[in-house]
């Protein structure tokens, strides 16, 4: 019998080994015979992937030869992918998934074989009196700075004399539908523990997927649980998962500063969870996968950031105006621009050029970003300012321009614009109301985001 938490104190927060008394590959399609058997390792740390060594004692035969070729001559990965078996010295079975082995070809029979794989993944049956039932839990690794609410009072005492008093914030509650969201770091800040109670159209395996989606926009961070667990009755599902090796980033979280500011995050955090939700889909949304290149480009170069800025304000933009499979996407170009790509089409003059004129002539029948701009600023949604920001920035860098360091004023404030812009198109998306990151030319500021409804196409 293992206790659920006894596994979250031994995988998480710090690097460990799984003692294996036996591993098996697999192919990963079903029905295939094992490749390699034997006693082994597996290893994780507080991040990154996982990894195995196996110390095979299953003999070679014609399929194992053919694979280990397979792997040698380099073919595409998804043809020589495997699953792993696995049963550690506590009796409990894991599974994981998608990694290529190393296998060196000159040991003896009895060789090694290492690889690096996503997840680790089990079934456990839960002990009597387990109150966490129908509940999924992400543990993060470290604090994730939230403005946390709940305080914990410790007391030391000499006989019966206090002697010192320590207060500190460790947890928050939130209700969302019919569900409690409640985040827990530990006394120690190694780790953060989020529990969300399932309910009605908030239940596994979407639940996970759509949290982890919404702290990392609250956040701006590139967080994602170590481990997953999905709390049923009986039993639980849990999962050990790859995280990024950094999750910070350069783009500034949509709250910083006092406490009173930062806690509008959590308005934030339930917009867009809201958003999630009513998407109902397992998959990232769009805007969260527009959002994460962001975080990541603002980790290299600021060419890159900014560049990386100006299209995922485009992206937004789009996202709002356009429907899809509207009545609008059908539409045929005008007959005007019909008649110019004939007319092109019949022109003898050489291909390279007439596929030139196709491509620049199809462009207008294309919505005009500017005019949708103008839209967003009427609305409120975004300032005057900003667009103008934006149209300076947008066409220049996309075009092989390059960032002058010789106005470096100019740069950074194109660059915060951006940011503010970026921030009040996504929350517009989201439909959040309240305080906003804004600058203003010499520094951030919160105000007020209030917006009209922009009229849509259609």
């Not at 953060?192 to 926009?217: M, Q, R």
């Not at 995050?265 to 809201?274: A, D, G, H, N, T």
Request: charge should be neutral; hydrophobic fraction near 35%; include cysteine.
């Amino acid at each position: 019998m293992v206790f659920i938490r006894s596994l979250i104190e031994k995988y998480s927060s710090k690097k460990f080994e799984m003692d294996c008394h036996d591993i098996e590959i697999h192919r990963f399609r079903d029905n295939q015979p094992i490749l390699f058997k034997g006693p082994g390792v597996i290893r994780g740390g507080s991040s990154g992937k996982l990894s195995f060594k196996l110390f095979n004692q299953s003999a070679i035969t014609k399929e194992t030869f053919n694979y280990i070729a397979k792997i040698h001559s380099g073919e595409d990965p998804e043809s020589v992918n495997v699953k792993l078996l696995i049963e550690d010295y506590d009796g409990i079975k894991w599974n994981g998934a998608w990694s290529v082995p190393e296998i060196n070809l000159f040991q003896k029979s009895n060789f090694t074989i290492t690889g690096k794989f996503d997840q680790l993944a089990t079934r456990i049956n839960k002990i009597d009196g387990d109150e966490d039932i129908g509940i999924t839990e992400l543990v993060y690794i470290g604090s994730l700075n939230l403005p946390l609410t709940g305080s914990v009072h410790e007391k030391r005492f000499h006989g019966d004399e206090v002697i010192s008093t320590k207060v500190w914030n460790d947890h928050h509650e939130i209700p969302f539908k019919d569900s409690t969201i409640i985040f827990q770091e530990s006394s120690k800040k190694e780790r953060t523990s989020v529990k969300a109670k399932h309910s009605d159209g908030f239940s596994p395996p979407y639940v996970e997927n759509w949290i982890a989606e919404a702290l990392i926009f609250s956040t701006a961070r590139m967080i994602y649980p170590r481990i997953t667990i999905r709390h049923f009755e009986k039993d639980a599902l849990f999962f050990i998962r790859e995280t990024p090796e950094k999750s910070m980033s350069a783009m500034p979280p949509v709250f910083f500063g006092s406490p009173s500011i930062n806690e509008n995050i959590w308005e934030v955090f339930l917009s867009y969870l809201k958003k999630c939700s009513e998407l109902n889909q397992f998959d990232f949304l769009q805007l969260s996968k527009g959002f994460f290149e962001v975080l990541l480009a603002s980790r290299g170069t600021v060419q890159g950031f900014l560049i990386s800025l100006s299209l995922y304000i485009e992206f937004c933009i789009t996202q709002i105006f356009d429907k899809p499979n509207s009545e609008d996407d059908k539409k045929l170009p005008n007959s005007n621009i019909k008649n110019l790509m004939q007319h092109v089409e019949s022109w003898g003059g050489p291909v390279d050029l007439k596929s030139r004129a196709k491509g620049l002539l199809s462009m207008l029948n294309t919505p005009s970003i500017s005019k949708r701009m103008n839209q967003l600023v009427e609305s409120g949604v975004v300032t005057s300012k900003q667009k103008s920001a934006w149209s300076k920035a947008r066409p220049y860098l996309a075009h092989g321009g390059l960032v002058d360091f010789s106005k470096t004023d100019e740069f950074w404030n194109i660059r915060n614009y951006l940011i503010s812009m970026a921030y009040r198109i996504s929350l517009y998306i989201v439909a959040y109301r309240g305080k906003v990151i804004d600058y203003d030319g010499n520094k951030f500021e919160f105000v007020d985001f209030n917006w009209d409804t922009i009229a849509q196409p259609g």
